[in-house]
């Protein structure tokens, strides 16, 4: 089992920065795929980007492509999200997510652990 505790969020104004952190509990980080959700209000939690096991490949929702970026370091035991360029509609709660399957998916079902969420949110 492994616990999940994101950090890094907060208020931006838009075109500006931030960056999300995923702290994972336990020893087996490294075995788990990792992504990040996030949800709007009045919206159903959506997909925003995953990231295999030694992190050689990632994949993105297409509105976050050239702006986002996921990784990890699995000796910190830790994803992170690298957002720039941030639109207001990028405004939500986002989640980090852990996945014990061998492969990456966008649907939420398929993760098995979550973190308690961040909120960012994006002025214009």
């Known amino acids: 089992q492994v616990q999940l505790v994101e950090s890094g969020g907060g208020l931006v104004q838009a075109g500006g920065s931030l960056r999300l952190s995923c702290a994972a509990s336990?020893?087996?980080?490294?075995?788990?795929?990792m992504a990040w959700f996030r949800q709007a209000p009045g919206k159903e939690r959506e997909f925003v980007a995953a990231?295999?096991?030694?992190?050689?490949?990632?994949y993105y929702q297409d509105s976050v492509k050239g702006r986002f970026t996921i990784s990890r370091d699995n000796a910190q035991n830790t994803a992170y999200l690298q957002m720039n360029s941030l639109k207001p509609e990028d405004t939500a709660v986002y989640y980090c997510?852990?996945?014990?399957?061998?492969?990456?998916?966008?649907?939420?079902?398929?993760?098995?652990?979550w973190g308690q969420g961040t909120q960012v949110t994006v002025s214009s």
């Open positions: 990231i295999t096991r030694n992190g050689g490949n990632t």
């Open positions: 336990g020893r087996t980080f490294s075995s788990y795929i």
């Open positions: 997510a852990a996945n014990r399957r061998s492969y990456a998916s966008t649907t939420a079902a398929v993760y098995d652990y």
